[in-house]
């Protein structure tokens, strides 16, 4: 791997490492976020279909690559309601280690990956240490009932919405379309739908006349930068899919404690413990499946 191909590869640690982060720092409701992030996650898209000179896809392409954009976005609505409930720190290694579970899971079943008993072994029980990594992210040394509540409530938005984070992935492999030429109209999908998503809700807060939904266009442009790299060091002559889907994990590691550090979402010493040990069984367990 040669330094470059590496740099791009750690590239999405920056930007998905601090989506989460920056999004919750400049607050607002779920719509707030959504509609500025989304937007945001499109002018970057525009701009760098405009440089580069890519064509819009057409037909079936551009249909799944428009889903794909919504079903994030649907994914990214239920973490924003998750985030107002416990806080970024604890959301995001719950929904990583969600992610990796159900695209693991499709690889196996819908995409013949993991060939052989030996590996679908070693591929579930990496599966499991990731449910007890991130179960480990989320304890609390000191809980009541209240918070209790709130934990089941935010998991319970994260299983609902990965459904939607399924989609993101998927969608776009029944076409085999290339990364590069989905990247604008999935920022499409993402925008239209957070568009739907609060006119449903405009009576209650009406975003588009606040500032802070126009301040979360800043944080689509991280959201964006880490979408585009991962897609430059997936391809075979940068890191390759494999070692690139490892890399851009690690932006789990950088979400969850600048979530602890920059929201004030402090932990005990033993919670900040068992939270790095969970994180690093996370990490260590999407080696494994990346590479089975």
Not at 95 to 118: D, E, H, M, R
Not at 163 to 180: D, F
Not at 226 to 253: C, D, E, H, K, R
Request: hydrophobic letters at 55%; one cysteine or more; charged letters at 10%.
């Amino acid at each position: 791997m040669n330094t470059i191909a590496l740099l791009i590869g750690l590239c999405p640690l920056i930007g998905w490492g601090l989506y989460p982060t920056i999004a919750s720092k400049f607050g607002g409701k779920p719509t707030n976020q959504i509609v500025g992030s989304t937007f945001g996650t499109l002018i970057f898209a525009y701009i760098y279909f405009l440089i580069t000179g890519l064509s819009m896809p057409t037909g079936i392409k551009f249909i799944l690559s428009l889903l794909s954009g919504a079903g994030w976005a649907f994914g990214q609505i239920m973490s924003f309601k998750a985030f107002k409930l416990v806080g970024s720190s604890r959301v995001m290694p719950i929904t990583t280690a969600l992610q990796l579970i159900v695209t693991a899971l499709w690889g196996v079943f819908a995409l013949g990956n993991w060939n052989g008993i030996s590996n679908k072994i070693i591929g579930f029980i990496a599966l499991i240490i990731i449910i007890i990594g991130a179960t480990m992210t989320s304890w609390q040394e000191h809980s009541d009932k209240q918070e209790s509540s709130k934990m089941k409530k935010a998991v319970l938005f994260l299983v609902v919405g990965v459904i939607g984070y399924w989609l993101y992935s998927a969608a776009p492999q029944a076409t085999n379309i290339s990364g590069k030429y989905a990247f604008l109209p999935q920022a499409l999908g993402m925008f239209l739908t957070a568009v739907i998503y609060c006119l449903f809700h405009i009576k209650e807060n009406d975003v588009f006349k606040q500032k802070v939904s126009y301040l979360q266009i800043i944080s689509g442009f991280f959201f964006a930068f880490a979408a585009l790299t991962y897609l430059i060091s997936a391809q075979p002559n940068m890191n390759g899919l494999a070692t690139g889907f490892v890399l851009s994990q690690t932006s789990v590691v950088l979400a969850t404690l600048t979530g602890i550090y920059f929201l004030n979402e402090r932990k005990t010493k033993k919670e900040m413990i068992v939270t790095i040990l969970g994180l690093l069984l996370i990490i260590l367990a999407a080696a494994f499946t990346a590479f089975l």
